[in-house]
């Protein structure tokens, strides 16, 4: 049997952009069919933050699999920088939360301390910190900030040019992108996939389904699940500024480029083309009063996107069991996650099984039996 390729994967954000390229570095046969640069997705609405505090309460697995990603991140952007040219601005520096008033600050070290203390959490090296301990790294900090918790693993990047360094480095794979090319329906046949386009047929060995909160339409044509409950995030981002904020904060950080971001905002809404004002108004207050100069720049663009949410806010990598060489991934911190995408998921697609040591307690099957809140993302 003769296969167009050995793996197609539905979507091309960043989640398929980090597979697809994991997948071409590895020399398989690859295409990734997308929707095409008109649909506004989560992978150019984001933080860019690679977070790790604060992840993985009610999943320890999460916590885990979150402190592997921050881990290997340095080598993918190594490696996109070699092969493409496109420096991301990875930085790993640390990361801050900030509490405003000594009651925010409590209940910030009771949840850590809840993660913590779960059987399994991986060791994020998290320190509570006093006021003046924080003022020592932050000197810009307000006087109602009453400390803060700090993670030597939190980083950030550019996370554009790592969308776009993703592309180009696939197009160096000969991974055969194809926008404008949304997957309307597959079929199992003959022991390959048929994937039903606008521009005609695609066959393939093994499908990954990264469409985002499509996934959760495409993932039962082939015997997977992938329940979502996606939110809103907004996002406002001010004039450029002299170097001040050398460590991201959870909903702060000052880019490459010397604007700072204020983020981030969750509602259930799945608009992106309105912006809700008074959220912006309560997400830049509270920036002020953590940092008071931020209320003297300008604020030069905000918007709104969708976030990938699978209903608990955990990731979903599952792998069919009716139709082998079916696989699914979502998740919601697709940036964090991008190095595991490329260096772990990759080479599991490629072997047609998932390592259910690294990733089996992701699989959707879990939904079947947990009473799921949404909780424990970013
Ligand atoms: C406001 C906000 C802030 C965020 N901040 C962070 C952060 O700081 N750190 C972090 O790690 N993450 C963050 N995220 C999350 C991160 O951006 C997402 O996890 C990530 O972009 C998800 O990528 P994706 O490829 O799964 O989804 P998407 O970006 O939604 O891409 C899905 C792709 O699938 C394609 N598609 C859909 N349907 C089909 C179909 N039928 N056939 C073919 N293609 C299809 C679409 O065209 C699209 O390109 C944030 C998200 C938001 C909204």
């Given amino acids: 049997m003769v296969n167009d390729y050995e793996v197609a994967v539905v979507g091309g954000g960043l989640l398929g952009s980090a597979i697809g390229w994991?997948?071409?570095?590895?020399?398989?046969?690859?295409?990734?069919?997308?929707?095409?640069?008109?649909?506004?997705?989560?992978?150019?609405?984001?933080?860019?933050?690679?977070?790790?505090?604060?992840?993985?309460?009610?999943?320890?697995?999460?916590?885990?699999?979150?402190?592997?990603?921050?881990?290997?991140?340095?080598?993918?952007?190594?490696?996109?920088?070699?092969?493409?040219?496109?420096?991301?601005?990875?930085?790993r520096n640390?990361?801050?939360?900030?509490?405003?008033?000594?009651?925010?600050?409590?209940?910030?070290?009771?949840?850590?301390?809840?993660?913590?203390?779960?059987?399994?959490?991986?060791?994020?090296?998290?320190?509570?910190?006093?006021?003046?301990?924080?003022?020592?790294?932050?000197?810009?900090?307000?006087?109602?900030?009453?400390?803060?918790?700090f993670c030597p693993l939190d980083a950030h990047v550019n996370s554009l040019r790592t969308f776009r360094a993703l592309h180009t480095g696939m197009l160096k794979f000969d991974v055969d992108y194809r926008p404008e090319q949304p997957v309307a329906d597959i079929k199992h046949v003959g022991g390959e996939f048929r994937l039903t386009t606008p521009k005609g047929e695609i066959r393939a060995a093994k499908i990954v389904l990264a469409a985002g909160n499509t996934n959760q339409t495409l993932a039962p044509m082939v015997g997977l699940e992938a329940p979502m409950g996606p939110t809103r995030g907004q996002i406002v981002v001010t004039e450029r500024t002299a170097p001040f904020l050398p460590h991201p904060l959870i909903t702060i950080r000052q880019t490459d480029e010397g604007t700072v971001m204020i983020g981030d905002s969750k509602e259930?809404?799945?608009?992106?083309?309105?912006?809700?004002?008074?959220?912006?108004?309560v997400m830049a207050d509270r920036a002020?009063?953590?940092?008071?100069?931020?209320?003297?720049?300008?604020?030069?663009?905000?918007?709104?996107?969708?976030?990938v949410m699978p209903k608990d806010g955990f990731p979903i990598y599952d792998q069919s069991e009716t139709y082998p060489g079916a696989?699914?991934?979502?998740?919601?911190?697709?940036?964090?996650?991008?190095?595991?995408?490329?260096?772990?998921?990759?080479?599991?697609?490629?072997?047609?099984?998932?390592?259910?040591?690294?990733?089996?307690?992701?699989?959707?099957?879990?939904?079947?039996h947990l009473d799921v809140s949404t909780s424990g993302y970013y």
């Fill in 327 to 368: 696989f699914v991934a979502c998740c919601h911190s697709g940036v964090t996650l991008a190095s595991n995408h490329a260096f772990e998921i990759a080479p599991m697609v490629a072997a047609g099984a998932l390592d259910l040591d690294k990733v089996g307690a992701f699989s959707a099957k879990r939904f079947h």
């Fill in 268 to 281: 259930e809404v799945l608009d992106d083309a309105v912006l809700n004002l008074p959220i912006n108004a």
């Fill in 22 to 91: 994991g997948l071409g570095r590895i020399g398989q046969r690859v295409c990734v069919l997308d929707e095409g640069d008109v649909a506004k997705r989560a992978s150019r609405a984001n933080f860019a933050l690679i977070w790790v505090q604060g992840k993985g309460l009610g999943m320890p697995a999460y916590s885990v699999w979150t402190v592997r990603a921050s881990d290997t991140w340095s080598k993918l952007a190594a490696e996109l920088r070699d092969q493409t040219g496109l420096d991301v601005c990875h930085q």
């Fill in 288 to 307: 002020q009063r953590i940092f008071p100069f931020l209320g003297r720049l300008n604020v030069v663009r905000t918007w709104s996107g969708i976030r």
């Fill in 94 to 149: 640390g990361g801050f939360y900030l509490a405003l008033g000594d009651k925010e600050l409590e209940q910030r070290e009771a949840m850590l301390k809840r993660l913590h203390n779960q059987p399994g959490a991986a060791d994020n090296r998290i320190e509570i910190l006093d006021r003046d301990q924080v003022a020592k790294m932050l000197p810009q900090i307000g006087p109602e900030v009453s400390g803060g918790s």
